[in-house]
């Protein structure tokens, strides 16, 4: 695919913008930083080495038994106890004398016993990610006095002198789960920044198809469309959304992901309004163009006339919405979240932060760096958005 | 122009059915609707008052019937107006003439509920496994219709559809605010209206109406014309909330003071500022005023409304944990007893106190898109011919941009004008008013969400959308006035 001169200079002009370029440069940055998130920020080892044997725990989830144990049991936390115990070859105390004292198992009747393997120290060696909590994870160790709402920086409170959370790695202190923040918060930004690219893209495709069918057949189908636009676009989306979410909690989708995933689709619905509005302008416009009725009468068909050749011709409302529509696509998502009606609660959300952060005022660790991500977030879009408006509208100069 | 406007008007019909008829949908299919609420309400009291605690541990999935016996739930379903036929619902919310009667005419046919006698068009009695219902067209001053209903067993008066109607045992006459009614007299008289006799005995209820010569022959055109007869929002007849037991439409009055206060101050505030600022960002064109406010707004632009709400009640809140106590936590003014004492001007204060978070937060990102829409529109002006002739001319630049340029330059900004008034009322609110606790509209349709009191939201998205429809009308009318050369009548291609 070639891109046409005229394309390539507004390229060449967003670019000479600094202010915009620069912002682009940022959130990609930001962006390529937190997509490796699993590897920066995870309980889990990246690999480990145990009996000369490789294992990826990020990537997999292990059995004690594929460890080289005994028990089929799912290792929950590498940092737990019981996993001490199964490297430093306290198997048999950590596992069975916990349960029985004697060494022995019970595994059907009461004469039933198996032997436990002589406890042996295993070679370990493991590479951990630099900060070794996940968004998910509440793990923290026994030394820290409260692991809820800790803050990072140690304090008084009620006459106790707290240890400050950063010395367990919590770099931003932890939420009232216990959950680390700094690690919620980069995964949060980017989910975000995924959500709102991909629902941008998926709505102005829906978008464009219904404005360009409003527009290009007008009569009847416009004065449809444009009542069915007004219906949707007059109830207020967020409402909307609310609406739509809540029925979905209350089908009970199982997964996060699922549930994400329908989060998306009902998103999607209620933001190609503003889209479509301008395709149908813009091909209500072009189909009395000379050239649209050149080829229409040259036997090209409805379709091909729509996408092939009309189209690429308005092309710029579609790449000056884009950036725009990210952000709002963002905000949707973030103001779902904080009223509740959004993602489920242990995936990352900033709008869920945002909610906490109100509610534990005195925690300033979690709403001033939230606040902060949420703002240069959505400013760095505005600049990039700016910059691609002057750059592609021939209307600002 | 006139047909465009009635045309315009026209179309607003439908798009006012098809935003109740979402609604509607929504509130029928959706899960968890009325009826399910006020069961697990009911249910989760039980539980309560049986097992203390225990009741939150109750799953979701065990709230359906459980508890609930059919015949209790007959009775909230006549309550909340769910024993009707779904069309009938839906065309009571949209327009719909007929008498008022708690039984549908299902039960009816059902053999459920029987209608007993009939007497002209003031008055019917039905006898339903449990009650009696006297449907009386009107008994009370106010002309509305109104139900009453009699338990079987002992003649009491049970309940009344709207208001609590009570008769005071002793001289009959209508009371207000009585909480239970332990005796009523087989004779109960109103003194303005009717006088009903019954023997609650089997089927030998009889009911005797002593002003016959009023009631008894309602004409045809008579019950045509009786307004009481008619319903639905298209006629501005709002429905009853089911938590708030209160006719919408008082809900939304009451709730819309705050709404409005808010909007309209945003409003005049950022028109204005928008224009100031756009007019000399225009005249100053590429100085570094220019540009230093163009990253302000769009920073501005750029930071959500409710976000920077948390971040101000955090910063400048007036919890121990904030920085600096600047503002207020919540509300529209300080608590009543404290409010009543203000001096005028303490109260002007206090209200401009309480406000000048929410109205910062609700402006912040529209100051961007207005400005550069003045600037831009204000410099394209600068340089049509008319300017430059009107510069030869000899006048001032400053006479030019007051009486020339400026008129011109209004006409884009028109354009927003309906779509950010009613985006003021509600769109940015909802969240803005749920932060700072304002009792706006935004927050009414949110709980109304919350509790699932759908005819409450529908009225509210009645009235957003014919506000919103209106607005949009009135700006195209509003674009002939300012600039006589725009015609919609002519080929609209």
């Known amino acids: 695919m070639s891109f046409s001169p005229e394309f390539l200079d507004r390229v060449r002009k967003f670019k000479k913008n600094r202010r915009a370029y620069n912002s682009l440069r940022i959130l990609t940055f930001l962006f390529l930083l937190t997509l490796p998130a699993e590897l920066l920020f995870n309980n889990r080892p990246i690999v480990m080495r145990v009996d000369g044997q490789w294992f990826f725990p990020v990537f997999r989830d292990y059995t004690y038994k594929d460890l080289g144990g005994d028990e089929e049991i799912p290792v929950v936390s590498y940092k737990a106890e019981m996993f001490d115990d199964f490297i430093a070859g306290r198997e048999a105390d950590a596992v069975s004398d916990l349960l029985f004292g004697d060494g022995s198992v019970a595994v059907d009747g009461p004469t039933a016993s198996v032997d436990v393997r002589e406890a042996v120290p295993r070679a370990f060696w493991a590479l951990w990610p630099p900060i070794p909590h996940s968004y998910k994870s509440f793990y923290t160790s026994k030394t820290l006095e409260r692991q809820r709402l800790a803050s990072p920086f140690s304090r008084e409170e009620g006459g106790v002198r707290l240890p400050g959370a950063r010395m367990e790695r919590h770099l931003l202190g932890t939420d009232s789960y216990g959950k680390d923040v700094l690690a919620r918060l980069v995964y949060g930004f980017r989910l975000s920044l995924l959500f709102g690219v991909a629902l941008a893209f998926t709505s102005t495709v829906i978008g464009c198809v219904l404005g360009a069918i409003q527009g290009f057949f007008g009569g009847l189908v416009d004065l449809l469309g444009q009542r069915l636009t007004e219906i949707w676009g007059a109830i207020p989306r967020l409402l909307l959304l609310m609406i739509l979410s809540d029925f979905l909690s209350r089908r009970g989708e199982s997964t996060e992901a699922g549930h994400l995933l329908m989060l998306f689709v009902i998103m999607n619905l209620t933001s190609w309004m503003g889209m479509a509005a301008h395709m149908r302008a813009q091909f209500l416009a072009a189909r009395n163009l000379d050239y649209v009725k050149a080829a229409k009468s040259l036997g090209v068909s409805n379709v091909r006339v729509m996408f092939r050749h009309i189209l690429p011709n308005s ?21 779902l979240d904080f009223l509740g009606f959004g993602i489920r609660y242990p995936a990352p959300s900033l709008g869920e932060l945002l909610s906490q952060g109100q509610e534990h005022l005195d925690a300033w660790w979690i709403m001033v760096p939230t606040f902060l991500t949420l703002t ?22 | 122009m006139w047909s465009y406007i009635l045309k315009r008007f026209l179309l607003m019909i439908p798009t006012g059915i098809g935003v109740i008829t979402v609604f509607f949908a929504v509130s029928e299919f959706v899960p968890g609707g009325p009826l399910d609420q006020v069961e697990t309400m009911i249910v989760d009291q039980a539980n309560q008052s049986e097992a203390g605690d225990m009741a939150n541990f109750g799953d979701e999935d065990s709230t359906g019937t459980v508890g609930i016996d059919p015949q209790m739930r007959m009775q909230i379903k006549r309550k909340l107006g769910l024993n009707h036929d779904v069309w009938v619902r839906y065309f009571r919310m949209l327009l719909w003439y007929g008498q008022d009667s708690m039984v549908s005419s299902k039960e009816v046919d059902q053999g459920s509920a029987r209608k007993l006698s009939f007497r002209g068009d003031s008055m019917w009695v039905y006898r339903t496994a449990d009650d009696y219902h006297v449907f009386v067209n009107e008994c009370q001053t106010d002309g509305e219709s109104s139900q009453l209903t009699f338990s079987q067993e002992t003649g009491h008066l049970v309940s009344t559809l709207d208001r609590t109607v009570q008769f005071n045992p002793e001289t009959g006459r209508q009371i207000d605010g009585v909480q239970q009614l332990t005796r009523v007299p087989s004779r109960v008289k109103s003194e303005s209206f009717w006088e009903l006799e019954y023997l609650a005995n089997g089927d030998r209820l009889k009911v005797r109406e002593t002003r016959d010569e009023v009631y008894l022959e309602e004409s045809a055109w008579a019950a045509l014309t009786n307004g009481a007869n008619w319903h639905g929002l298209f006629l501005f007849k709002f429905p009853t909330s089911i938590t708030k037991n209160k006719k919408c439409y008082e809900l939304i009055r009451e709730r819309l003071r705050i709404s409005m206060r808010l909007g309209i101050s945003s409003f005049i505030i950022t028109y204005t500022l928008c224009i100031l600022l756009g007019v000399s960002k225009a005249v100053r064109n590429g100085t570094v005023f220019d540009t230093a406010t163009s990253v302000l707004v769009l920073v501005g632009y750029g930071i959500p409304g409710f976000v920077l709400a948390v971040f101000l009640i955090k910063a400048f809140g007036p919890s121990a944990d904030s920085w600096v106590s600047l503002i207020p936590l919540r509300g529209i003014q300080s608590p009543p007893e404290i409010y009543n004492t203000l001096s005028t001007w303490g109260k002007f204060w206090d209200n401009v106190h309480h406000m000048i978070a929410p109205v910062i937060c609700l402006t912040i990102s529209s100051f961007a898109g207005l400005t550069m829409l003045t600037k831009n529109s204000v410099l394209e002006q600068f ?44 769109a940015g609110s909802l969240l803005i008013e749920k932060i700072f606790s304002l009792d706006g509209l935004g927050l009414l349709s949110f709980t109304a969400l919350v509790e699932r009191d759908y005819p409450l939201i529908i009225s509210n998205m009645f009235i957003f959308t014919f506000i919103g429809l209106t607005c949009r009308l009135l700006s195209d009318i509003g674009y002939v006035i300012v600039d006589p050369r725009i015609s919609f009548e002519g080929k609209k291609t």
């Open chain 1, 315 to 335: 092309l710029t409302p579609i790449v000056t919405f884009l950036p725009f529509s990210i952000s709002s696509s963002i905000l949707a998502l973030v103001g």
């Open chain 1, 376 to 397: 240069s977030l959505m400013v760095l879009l505005t600049f990039v958005g700016d910059g691609v408006r002057n750059a592609f509208d021939p209307r600002y100069k």
């Open chain 2, 383 to 426: 340089h049509q011919l008319y300017a430059v002739a009107a510069r030869a001319r000899g006048l001032s630049e400053r006479k030019v941009l007051l009486k020339h340029v400026l008129r011109n330059s209004l006409i884009p900004l028109v354009t927003g004008f309906p779509a950010r008034f009613v985006m003021m009322f509600f």
